[in-house]
């Protein structure tokens, strides 16, 4: 089975901080993905990564950044947290970037920013 | 904008089919539907995908219309722990992120 694990389950984080949300996947796959879910909004794309060091934005990238330093490892990061960053967080990975290969998904992790 | 129109909420008793519609009206050729569901405080789980063909795993079934204008996903015995929100799914081609947009779901509820 696919395992993709963030570092936290709940994190909460002050107003300027820079924050650092982890994710691993032990599938060897080419793409992973940053989404944030709020209710009413589902989830919206941040950030996406087809290969180590590559990065595409997403919908909604202001206000983050990202780091694929090895394939199964992408980061997350926000520059200076506001609390309209307050938010569920899910990584998510994919073997292949093609119609027809199923994106995993983490258990998110629930960023506070007070 | 979600490519995908579920009812908002449905019941099932425990032990029985619970069958869960979707309509993608809009899908166009290469397009997969996908199914996922979300228990609360958790990520979405994959559930199964399709292109036109049904399509059957150990967790479910999913039965796409000749038109591929809708679709049901099929959960053959529906235990407590099937509750949870179900998301069905047409992923976005156009933008080249194939990324997925997720729609409000169907809250399913599995009664004892």
């Known amino acids: 089975d696919v395992k993709v694990t963030q570092s936290s389950r709940y994190l909460v984080k002050r107003t300027g901080e820079k924050v650092f949300l982890e994710c691993v996947q032990d599938m060897d796959h080419e793409n992973m993905f940053w989404y944030r879910q709020d209710p009413g909004l589902g989830l919206r794309l941040i950030y996406f990564s087809y290969d180590v060091k590559m990065k595409e934005k997403g919908d909604i990238p202001e206000g983050y950044s990202v780091s694929r330093e090895k394939k199964e490892r992408f980061s997350l990061i926000l520059e200076s947290a506001s609390t309209n960053q307050t938010s569920m967080y899910l990584c998510?990975?994919?073997?292949?970037?093609?119609?027809?290969?199923?994106?995993?998904f983490g258990d998110g992790t629930r960023l506070s920013i007070l | 904008d979600a490519k995908t129109t579920q009812p908002t909420s449905m019941d099932c008793a425990e032990g029985r089919a619970a069958n869960l519609p979707c309509n993608h009206s809009t899908i166009s050729g290469n397009e997969y539907v996908y199914w996922y569901r979300q228990i609360h405080s958790q990520g979405p789980q994959y559930i199964i995908h399709?292109?036109?063909n049904n399509e059957t795993n150990e967790m479910a079934s999913l039965i796409i219309t000749e038109d591929r204008k809708s679709s049901t996903l099929i959960l053959p015995h529906a235990t407590l722990r099937d509750t949870a929100v179900y998301y069905c799914i047409v992923r976005d081609t156009t933008s080249g992120t194939y990324k997925y947009i997720f729609g409000t779901g169907t809250r399913l509820k599995v009664l004892a």
């Open positions: 998510a990975s994919s073997l292949f970037l093609t119609v027809n290969q199923p994106q995993h």
């Open positions: 399709g292109l036109k």
